[in-house]
């Protein structure tokens, strides 16, 4: 009987028939090069196996994973990033409290707290009434909760501060009120994505004035600067934003009363309040006690003043302790009665600028005198122990607290480029483009293979793995993002290997294709199976234009990966989000210079890889 041995890929790959070893040489440079080449496609092929179950324990439920840390969310815009570093310190000493920064916008984060990949959120009570829950009409407290019990959601802990939506313009501009906006057909908008697609946003305007303008999508971060310089007429403005009294804008009075109430809450599993009862308790005690004076000063310390947005939390949890036991728990400073009702007249106007369409007036330094922002920090507020995932947390090493009410001194471009939180990202980015590339080596080379071995197959491979690179990249993230149920690491993961297939695939075909067929025929009269052809001549021949479409593919992926941050991911993205947000240039080069030398620097790995490839003869002697 006739036994077949079974050979490893690895040992197989290792072997070469004698006319290969002469036709190579005794380069050493020349063989090691091989033989990193074919070390790669054997860890590509180990990837394969590896991955799902890699993908699959980052898909697992929140049940599934360790339960002893608190996850804390926040949004991509100043004034969330600030909250959720205040909930994060607030619960330090009391649970282990990790804040995952700038997920995105309300879909992305209300997914990311479904799917328990975080336990609680600030968010604002008109958003989850009229956008969560789709409701026309303002909706009472207790049935909001009601209606998100089933979910395993609830809403408590209002804040004490209202931030309500608004329009502005330039303090030169002749509109008061939104009425007037009917009759001005030729203003440009500059509204922000989220706000021109939310029911109570931009469309609940249209129907409400009869508005006919047609809006540009603006970046929040870099609205103000748009409509400083006469790129636009109109933006979308939060009513506690800090630069309003910078750029003296003027707040267009809601006449016909189209936005709600947005009452600062928290947003948080139910479960979350049993698991760590000693941090909830700690969170409970922020109720009330936020006004929008202390908001709009914290905006203005990070916004202006360059603060980082945990010292700026720190700042004013150092200002504010909370009340001890016997004292008594704070006054609310804005009590919430529902997501519409106002049934306190001291937040009729809150935040939001000059009230009845009256210019604020420019502050000058715009810096903010509100005791929420006296940068009197004499040290830490106690809980400092709270880990941070990713670079939405402190963009400054130190900050100043010399004096009481002396301001940090603004970071520059090389303290926010070389910050203590450049390895972490520059792990998270490399882990991201390492994977994807071994992933799309694992699928991409056999499907080049396949292209190239069956003709008839061959336009359908490269014309699928080609559709796939023409998808939009934000696009393809909000399409996996539900089908996956989850945000993080797995749908950026398999987006970067969408993205990265292509060039590999192509490259593979390409290259067996280039394969002398004088060689195959030689080949074939030495009684070499096809398999043994295709591992010891056609691929290491291939070799080189292989590793072509991998660098291609590495390379691309270094540029892409930046916008894993959009959905908490991590990498270089977070600076850039983060420098969006805050319309801070330096900021989005300490995101985007990294990304371009690490980019270069694997341009240049690969192209040695080539160079010592290429020392050997390309044809056979």
Not at 79 to 87: D, F, P, V
Not at 195 to 220: M, T
């Amino acid at each position: 009987m006739r036994t077949t041995a079974v050979v490893s890929p690895f040992a197989v790959l290792s072997r070469r028939p004698p006319a290969l070893t002469r036709s190579f040489g005794p380069g050493r440079y020349a063989r090691l090069a091989q033989a990193a080449l074919l070390a790669l496609l054997c860890l590509a092929l180990d990837a394969a196996v590896a991955a799902p179950a890699a993908v699959s324990a980052a898909a697992a439920p929140a049940a599934e994973r360790p339960a002893g840390t608190l996850h804390i969310g926040s949004k991509r815009f100043t004034e969330s990033y600030i909250l959720g570093e205040l909930l994060t310190q607030t619960a330090a000493p009391h649970a282990r409290s990790e804040h995952l920064p700038g997920l995105g916008n309300t879909a992305i984060v209300l997914a990311a707290l479904r799917a328990g990949k975080i336990d609680v959120y600030p968010e604002y009570l008109g958003t989850i009434d009229l956008e969560i829950l789709k409701h026309k009409d303002a909706t009472p407290l207790e049935q909001i909760r009601r209606e998100l019990a089933p979910f395993g959601l609830g809403v408590a802990v209002p804040l004490g501060f209202n931030n309500s939506y608004a329009l502005a313009m330039r303090a030169d501009a002749d509109v008061r009120t939104l009425s007037e906006l009917a009759a001005r057909p030729t203003l440009r908008f500059g509204l922000s994505h989220e706000f021109i697609g939310r029911a109570d946003g931009w469309p609940g305007l249209v129907r409400r004035y009869g508005l006919h303008q047609h809006p540009s999508g603006l970046d929040h971060g870099i609205a103000y600067e748009a409509l400083a310089r006469r790129q636009v007429d109109v933006i979308d403005i939060y009513s506690t934003d800090a630069k309003i009294r910078q750029y003296g804008l003027r707040v267009l009075d809601d006449d016909r009363r189209h936005f709600p109430r947005y009452d600062a809450v928290l947003l948080y599993r139910l479960d979350a309040a049993t698991r760590f009862p000693a941090a909830w308790q700690a969170l409970r005690q922020l109720e009330g006690r936020i006004s929008a004076a202390d908001m709009i000063g914290m905006n203005a310390a990070a916004e202006i003043d360059g603060q980082s947005f945990a010292a700026v939390a720190r700042a004013w949890l150092a200002a504010h302790p909370p009340a001890r036991p016997g004292q008594g728990a704070p006054p609310a400073a804005e009590p919430v009665s529902g997501s519409g009702t106002d049934t306190s007249p001291a937040v009729a106007k809150s935040g939001k600028g000059a009230g009845g369409g009256t210019a604020v007036p420019a502050s000058g330094s715009g810096t903010d005198t509100s005791p929420a922002v006296a940068s009197s920090a004499k040290g830490a507020a106690g809980g400092a122990a709270a880990t941070v995932s990713g670079s939405g947390t402190d963009t400054s090493s130190t900050v100043a607290t010399s004096g009481a009410g002396a301001a940090a001194p603004r970071a520059g471009l090389l303290e926010k480029l070389f910050d203590r939180d450049l390895w972490p990202l520059t792990r998270q980015h490399l882990t991201l483009v390492a994977l994807a590339v071994l992933l799309a080596c694992a699928v991409g080379v056999p499907l080049g293979v396949l292209a190239a071995y069956r003709p008839r197959l061959r336009q359908a491979v490269l014309a699928l793995v080609g559709v796939l690179q023409t998808v939009p990249s934000l696009a393809l993230l909000a399409l996996l993002i539900p089908l996956l149920g989850m945000i993080g690491t797995a749908p950026a993961l398999l987006a970067l290997f969408v993205y990265a297939l292509l060039p590999i695939v192509r490259n593979t075909c390409t290259g067996l294709l280039q394969v002398p067929s004088g060689l195959r025929l030689a080949a074939m009269a030495l009684g070499l199976r096809p398999r043994d052809r295709l591992l010891r001549i056609e691929l290491p021949l291939a070799l080189p234009v292989i590793l072509a479409g991998v660098k291609t593919a590495a390379v691309m992926s270094v540029g892409t990966a930046t916008i894993a941050a959009f959905i908490g991911a991590g990498g270089y993205g977070e600076r850039i989000t983060i420098g969006l947000a805050l319309n801070d240039n330096d900021m989005l080069l300490a995101g985007a210079i990294p990304a371009a030398v690490l980019a270069l620097l694997t341009q240049g790995v690969f192209e040695l890889a080539e160079r010592l490839l290429g020392r050997a003869p390309s044809a056979l002697a």
